[in-house]
């Protein structure tokens, strides 16, 4: 295991040095929250695939493998179909709009309050959000320093994750993630290679998998991305620091079918765990399995290196959108060219206290929390693609269909529960409601000469 640490600490410490000299070059507020607006098509690509592919989603989605066999490659397809929903609907309308955060949309074009409405909605689902990846890391690395106490572990790596981001801003971020993707395509795969047994003694029947992982669970987290992900703070910055439209939209499709081979293979791989008859705890432990039992020497420092960089440069990147919507939504400031980070950093340390807290006493399952930090988010969908695609969308419209959002969300939770398929009654269900109510609600109470104002105001910053 000395060679694995040795391997670890090197990539480590040259992460931490990265992160410090791009720190350097760091002197305004606005290269450290969006990095000048000057981001280019490789490092967008790479800071995208790596900003989805995180600890805590790659081990919900690999744990299915162990459970559901080959009919486990149906999950992915979630992030497939739910970023190319992303790229032809908004990539584009989004670099145009070009803000500092989506929630300036809701002030834009239906007034003050209501960005503030959902930035509030947006920060509490990035609450949940990096809570659950730093659980996820947690988990990952308990195994590797197994005389800590959870807790103690998780302040282990959010003190790493502070060393090598937290001065560079957004600019660290995106660096870290192109070393790290390059990183990540090699891993990746060698997990699969290393799990392949020797002999199949036992195989998961499609039916079997279809029962484990019902399609109707699969077509609602479908549908649930594709209108949640068109919200979403921590694509949105990535965006808005892209150099330009085409780069925006080219990025965001590369980075779909990337991101849906890289959760792929571990899914594959953590079914030949199941097919070598090897049994584990649950799913969720197949991937540690692997890296511990089946990479050799060497291997296994490297493997969780990656990991761990997948991991930071996730919870850095929503950490940091959080940062963005503070300061902009509620401090009412754009990103300063003229004055130094040190507001932002301190802004992001808080952040990272709460959601530590919060990781250590509400999270429990990984994949079921990751999916209920959705429901503030889904409520703004008609709000959002009303502003881009509905000149007739009005305030009150809005207010209802978020309202009723955010209600029916929380009622089939509650209602239905994880164990009776909340998700089915949540998606197919409620987003068409959603837009019916604010179709609806919008035309019996059209927008006012205030509002006329303001839609005046938002076609000119578009263009149209």
Same mark, same amino acid.
């Given at each position: ?10 990539f480590l410490?040259? *992460?931490i040095?990265?992160?410090s000299?791009n &720190? ?10 969006? &990095?000048d607006?000057?981001?280019k098509?490789f490092?967008?690509? +790479?800071?995208l ?10 081990i919900?989605?690999?744990s299915?493998? !162990?459970? +559901? ?6 999950l992915?397809i =979630? ?9 032809f609907?908004v990539?584009k309308? /989004? ?5 500092s ?8 074009? @239906?007034? *003050?309050?209501f ?8 920060l509490? &689902?990035?609450l ?8 996820s ?13 959870? /807790?103690q572990?998780?302040?282990i ?12 801003g ?9 070393w790290?993707?390059? &990183?990540t395509?090699v891993?990746?795969p ?12 036992s ?5 079997d ?6 399609p109707k ?20 910055q ?8 085409n780069? +925006?939209?080219?990025?965001v499709g590369v980075?779909?079918?990337?991101v849906?081979?890289? @959760?792929?293979i571990?899914?594959?791989? =953590?079914y ?12 969720e432990v197949?991937?540690? !399995?692997i890296?511990n ?8 420092? $490297?493997g969780y290196l990656?990991?761990?960089? +997948?991991?930071t ?5 929503? /950490? ?12 009412n400031?754009k ?10 950093i301190i ?6 206290i709460?959601?530590f807290?919060?990781?250590?006493? $509400? ?12 429901i503030?988010i ?7 693609l ?7 969308? *009005?305030?009150?419209?809005?207010l209802?269909?978020i ?11 509650? !209602?239905?529960?994880?164990?009776g398929? !909340?998700?089915?009654? /949540? *998606?197919?269900?409620g ?8 179709f ?9 000469k ?8 938002f ?6």
């Open positions: 295991m000395n060679l694995d640490i040795l391997v670890f600490c090197i410490l040259g *992460s040095f990265l992160g000299v &720190a350097s070059s760091v002197k305004t507020e606005s290269s450290y929250l969006l &990095a607006r000057k981001t098509l490092p967008l690509i +790479a800071t695939v790596m900003t989805e592919f995180n600890p805590s989603t790659l919900g989605f690999s299915v493998g !162990y459970i +559901a066999g080959v009919w486990g490659l149906t992915p =979630v992030f497939l179909f739910g970023l190319l929903f992303y790229t609907v990539a309308k /989004w670099k145009r709009f070009n803000a955060s989506v929630a300036e949309l809701f002030t834009l074009r @239906y007034g *003050s309050t960005g503030k409405i959902s930035s509030s909605f947006l509490i &689902a990035l949940g959000f990096s809570s659950n990846y730093l659980k890391m947690q988990i990952l690395f308990s195994p590797v320093l197994s005389g800590l106490m959870g /807790w572990i998780s302040i790596l959010v003190i790493l994750t502070i060393l090598i981001t937290l001065r560079g957004l600019i660290s971020i995106i660096k870290t993630d192109v790290s993707f390059l &990183a395509l891993l990746i060698l997990l699969y290679y290393f799990s392949i047994p020797d002999e199949i003694i195989e998961v029947q499609l039916s998998g279809i029962n484990n992982l019902p669970f699969i077509i609602s987290l479908i549908i649930l991305t594709m209108f949640t992900y068109i919200s979403a703070p921590w694509y949105g990535k965006i808005f620091s892209a150099e330009n439209e780069i +925006a939209f080219i990025a980075s779909s079918i990337i849906f081979v890289l @959760y792929s571990p899914i594959l791989a =953590v030949n765990l199941k097919i070598s008859n090897i049994n584990i705890l649950n799913g197949g991937l540690t !399995y890296i039992n089946k990479f050799p020497i060497g291997f296994r420092g $490297f990656v990991i761990f960089l +997948a991991g440069t996730t919870l850095a990147g929503v /950490w940091s959108s959080m940062t963005t919507m503070i300061v902009s939504d509620f401090l400031k990103e300063s060219r003229s004055y130094s980070q040190s507001r932002s802004i992001t340390l808080i952040i990272i709460i959601s807290f919060m990781s250590e006493y $509400f999270i429990d399952k990984i994949l079921d929390k990751l999916i209920l930090a959705n503030p889904a409520a703004l969908s008609y709000g959002l009303g502003a881009f695609y509905f000149k007739k969308s *009005s305030k009150i419209g809005v209802v269909s309202i009723y959002g955010l209600f029916w969300g929380i009622f089939c939770y509650v !209602y239905f529960g994880e164990s398929g !909340y998700t089915w009654y /949540w *998606s197919v269900y987003i068409p409601q959603i837009f019916l109510i604010g609806l609600f919008s035309t019996l109470f059209p927008k006012n205030y509002e006329n104002q303001r839609f005046i105001e076609e000119r910053r578009m263009g149209n």
